[in-house]
């Protein structure tokens, strides 16, 4: 699993409230992502970064902001949580694979934190 | 957009190979072709992946056509476990992977 955990795994609130969802990696990786994904769909991809503080906006990142003040943590924020981003929330890092030969790069994803916005 | 077509499900008896196809006509060179799977609400899980030459591991196996426009995954033997939604996702590995996920085959293992 990469040493990824996601917290809270559940969390009910209410529009209009802040929220905060942690991931958190064990291993160093450079790159961690933020999916989401909704019933029937595949995920997308709403923020990543690729090191401390370096950010950038993916798929559908409008109601998020992100940040990353550590290399093992990577934060998504919603400012104000609409009925729209209730969903499925997953972390991922990427994670080289056969190193020593020519690299390429596997996704590991979190367990995923089940938002619902009442 | 996904850069890649596949049949929405496919039913496969236990013991059985699996095969799952996916179209990918406007890959380009540089872009690696990747399989996961999702089973249940779980994250998705790292199968195989390739850029030109067939592959295999301890998992599955990944034939691609000579002229990159598809590819099918093989579970040579299928088992219940093997029930998950597949999908077949097409990038460049360097730098950031962003992944454009389609809706994925969800492949049922049946006893």
Same mark, same amino acid.
């Given at each position: 699993d990469a040493g990824i955990t996601q917290s809270p795994r559940h969390k009910v609130t209410e529009t209009g409230t802040p929220v905060t969802l942690r991931c958190h990696q064990t291993?160093?990786?450079r790159y961690m992502y933020w999916y989401r994904q909704d019933p029937g769909h595949g995920l997308r991809l709403i923020h990543y970064s690729y090191g401390v503080k370096d950010t950038d906006k993916g798929e559908v990142s409008d109601g998020y902001s992100v940040s990353r003040s550590k290399t093992e943590d990577f934060l998504l924020t919603l400012e104000s949580a609409t009925s729209s981003q209730t969903s499925v929330y997953f972390c991922a890092i990427s994670a080289p694979l056969n190193? %020593?030969?020519?690299i390429t790069y596997e996704q590991y994803f979190g367990p995923g934190t089940r938002l619902t916005v009442t | 957009d996904a850069k890649t077509t596949q049949p929405p499900s496919m039913d496969c008896a236990e013991g059985r190979a699996a095969n799952l196809p996916c179209n990918h #006509?406007? +890959? #380009? %060179?540089n872009e690696y072709v990747y399989w996961y799977r999702q089973i249940h609400s779980q994250g998705p899980q790292y199968i195989i992946h390739g850029l030109k030459n067939n592959e295999t591991n301890e998992m599955a196996s990944l034939i691609i056509t000579e002229d990159r426009k598809s590819s099918t995954l093989i579970l040579p033997h299928a088992t219940l476990r093997d029930t998950a939604v597949y999908y077949c996702i097409v990038y460049i +590995? /360097? %730098?950031? /992977?962003?992944l454009v996920f389609g809706q994925g085959t969800r492949l049922t293992i049946n006893p």
């Open positions: 291993e160093n990786h190193p %020593g030969q020519v | #006509s406007t +890959i #380009s %060179g +590995i /360097q %730098g950031a /992977q962003k």
